[in-house]
Every structure is written in structure tokens, then in C-alpha cells.
């Protein structure tokens, strides 16, 4: 059974930096297009930033050089850079994505998330 974990969440002083870490985990071959999500208290669960296969980024306007996204494929493993947080960036953050678990059948996953709380 495959599945997307995250780590690296915590409590940060505005301003500060956090990156977080999804790895997947089971029987796989490959992750594939792969994506950040956040939602706050009250909130719509929101697009942060995606990456594809071959490495390709979008961001969201509220993140645009504040943070990055990238991934280690011989890993399976997605990584967010956040950096210049805001205390509106306080939120749960979960990562999203595609997995392929044989050559023909590439299914998709959520994480359980991981909190990220910026104070003042």
C-alpha cells in the first residue's frame, strides 16, 4: 500500500524558513506530478505549488519567491521550501500526487498533512 508522508512541520517566527518533506512510501515505481496544498482554519483547502515529472513549477501568487518546490525522483521524495513566512501562512500543508505502482496502473494520493503555524 502506498503512502505520501509528510514531515518538517513546526512552530516559526514570521520571517523565518521551514521546509517540508513528502516521501511515498510502499510499493511503487515512480511519483509523478506532484503538488502542495494548504488550508487554514475556516478555509478552503488551497493549491500552493505543483511540480512535474520532469520538473516544472507553478506557484500560487501568495507564495511567487517565498517558496520552492522541488523533488529527489531516486528518493520519491517531494520537497517545499518555504522561506519569508507570514503569519498568514499558518496552515495545515499537505502534499498531493501520482503514483505509479506498476508499469501500467498510476494512482492518486493525498498525505495526512502537516501543521505549520507562523507567529507574529
Known amino acids: 500500500q502506498v503512502r505520501l508522508v509528510e514531515s518538517g512541520g513546526g512552530l516559526v517566527q514570521a520571517g523565518g524558513s521551514l521546509r517540508l518533506s513528502c516521501a511515498a512510501s510502499?510499493?511503487?515505481?515512480?511519483?509523478?506530478?506532484m503538488a502542495w496544498y494548504r488550508q487554514a482554519p475556516g478555509k478552503q483547502r488551497e493549491l500552493v505549488a505543483a511540480i512535474t515529472t520532469g520538473g516544472s513549477t507553478h506557484y500560487a501568487d501568495f507564495v511567487k519567491g517565498r517558496f520552492t518546490i522541488s523533488r529527489d525522483n531516486a528518493k520519491n521524495t517531494v520537497y517545499l521550501q518555504m522561506n519569508s513566512l507570514k503569519p498568514e501562512d499558518t496552515a495545515v500543508y499537505y502534499c498531493?500526487?501520482?503514483?505509479?505502482?506498476?508499469?501500467?496502473?498510476?494512482?492518486?494520493?493525498w498525505g495526512q498533512g502537516t501543521q505549520v503555524t507562523v507567529s507574529p
Open positions: 510502499g510499493s511503487l515505481l515512480s511519483i509523478r506530478a
Open positions: 498531493n500526487g501520482d503514483v505509479s505502482i506498476t508499469t501500467m496502473i498510476t494512482n492518486h494520493y
